[in-house]
């Protein structure tokens, strides 16, 4: 089911990364392990009563990709800056958080803000949608909290008043946002592969979808997804079903002007959390971006599949050493997902497209293989035996046995005499070892330790 999506709103300084911080809690490891990506980190899970929900800092996307100087108010970047979170925010939220301060009252910047929220929330049988709450933060005292009724000026109706430091106020403002979110609706289940077509705009995804359920191949249905106008398209290759994710949102996509490109990735983070396999294009004629690598990190913290598409290789002059040089460059930048194929394809003149879903539909059936107990305690004993792992103050890990728990993803619990001694490294190394045996192509797996009782 797709959890509901919550966009936090406002102008610089108002607090929307630390309501961020706290309403999502811990940092996103790998992505943040990524040079590069951990400014970008702008979605985040939280939860409350029980009730997952995405948050998004609209804050941290920062469209115009200038943001060394502070912003002046009524400088244009400052304005389009503005009206491009709440663009965003009403395009990819459920409910809008439209964050103030309570510190510095009712603010020009803030009225801005209230505005284009205003004019780009959609009626919708008599209510503005999405839903938008205001909240005045860094009411921190008495005082200040009796502050909040002054920003009922801003039209917004009854403002909360928190602070995102203390944790005050944060209650009663999850318990009216939990109320706005739209009733669940439970997706259909059926044993199709679903396949996320996930990447930076104008890498060619409409182009390569537009090949993939072509009419060369019969489209079975499109079905309404369970996101606002997300579209999926069923096929079906060889006999096997297949379940391309929001195919609506890759077309519209193909639309995005330069600039504001980086809101696509909410989009994609959506599509990757409901897909089994996540096709991630990447442009022969670019170097592989920050943003790619970002998107490439939240496949694997999702514990998703993947194959990657370099699109456009008809584009770029080649040698008998280009794909190779391409490879070993991808290998290198995507080095936390060094299992996944990749495929050098135009979508354009249909160069190995014809490979794209057999690939998937490999990796989807690694994804749900399973390796016998006696398989994986023979990988253990001669990785152990091969390579000890080295002592710490005194002690060194000692694996007894293992066991696959489960796959989709291959997760192996190992047993071991104290998991702490068990240092990353390591762990890599083992799930080295295990794809020495078995490829696991394309797919994450999973190394858990346990002490032996
Ligand atoms: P953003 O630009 O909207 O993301 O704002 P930040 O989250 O970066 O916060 C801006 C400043 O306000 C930082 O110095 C925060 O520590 C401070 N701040 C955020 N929330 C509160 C709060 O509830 N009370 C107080 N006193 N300061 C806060
Ligand atoms: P999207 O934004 O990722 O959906 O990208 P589109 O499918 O809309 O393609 C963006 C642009 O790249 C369009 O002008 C396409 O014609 C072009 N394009 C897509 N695939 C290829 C390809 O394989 N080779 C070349 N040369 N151009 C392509």
Redesign the pocket.
């Known amino acids: 089911m797709t959890k509901p999506v919550v966009a936090?709103v406002?102008?610089?300084?108002?607090?929307?990364?630390?309501?961020?911080?706290r309403l999502s809690g811990e940092p996103r490891a790998i992505v943040d392990n990524i040079p590069g990506t951990t400014r970008d980190r702008l979605f985040g899970e939280s939860s409350w009563n029980g009730i997952s929900f995405d948050i998004i800092?609209t804050?941290?996307i920062d469209p115009s990709s200038s943001r060394k100087d502070p912003l002046s108010i009524g400088s244009s970047d400052y304005i389009k800056q503005i009206r491009s979170q709440a663009e965003m925010a009403v395009q990819e939220a459920d409910v809008i958080l439209f964050?103030t301060?309570?510190?510095t009252g009712v603010t020009p910047a803030d009225i801005e803000v209230a505005e284009m929220l205003r004019r780009n929330q959609k009626e919708v049988d008599g209510r503005f949608r999405p839903p938008v709450l205001l909240v005045v933060?860094?009411?921190?005292s008495a005082g200040l909290r009796s502050n909040a009724v002054d920003f009922h000026e801003l039209g917004m109706g009854e403002p909360y008043a928190?602070?995102?430091?203390?944790g005050?106020g944060t209650g009663d403002l999850l318990d009216a946002l939990v109320a706005e979110f739209p009733e669940a609706v439970e997706e259909e289940e059926d044993d199709s592969i679903k396949v996320a077509i996930v990447g930076k705009p104008n890498v060619g995804k409409s182009s390569l979808l537009n090949r993939l359920a072509g009419e060369e191949r019969a489209i079975v249905s499109p079905i309404a997804g369970t996101t606002r106008d997300a579209i999926d398209t069923q096929i079906e290759y060889n006999g096997i079903k297949l379940t391309l994710i929001d195919t609506a949102g890759i077309r519209k996509r193909g639309k995005v002007e330069p600039g504001v490109e980086k809101f696509s990735v909410i989009r994609s983070m959506r599509s990757i959390e409901r897909a089994d396999v996540a096709i991630l294009v990447l442009d022969a004629t670019e170097g592989l971006s920050a943003q790619d690598a970002h998107i490439a990190g939240y496949i694997v913290e999702a514990w998703k599949s993947a194959v990657v598409v370099v699109n456009k290789w008809d584009a770029i002059e080649k040698d008998t050493y280009t794909m190779a040089q391409y490879t070993a460059k991808i290998q290198e930048d995507l080095k936390f997902m060094d299992y996944v194929p990749i495929l050098f394809i135009s979508a354009k003149t249909n160069q190995r497209v014809d490979q794209v879903l057999p690939m998937v539909i490999r990796v989807q059936e690694e994804r749900l293989a399973r390796l016998t107990t006696s398989q994986l305690n023979r990988i253990i004993q001669s990785a152990q035996d091969a390579h000890a792992s080295p002592a710490h103050k005194g002690r060194s890990l000692r694996m007894y046995y293992g066991t696959q728990v489960r796959s989709d993803p291959p997760t192996f619990l190992i047993y071991v005499n104290d998991p702490a001694l068990a240092h990353f490294t390591y762990i890599r190394y083992l799930e080295n070892a295990i794809r020495k045996e078995y490829n696991f192509i394309g797919t994450p797996i999973r190394v858990i330790m346990r002490p032996r009782r």
Do not use: E, Y
């Open positions: 936090l406002g102008r610089p300084n108002v607090g929307k990364s630390t309501l961020f911080n800092d804050g941290g964050i301060d309570a510190s933060n860094k009411a921190d928190i602070s995102a430091v203390h005050t």
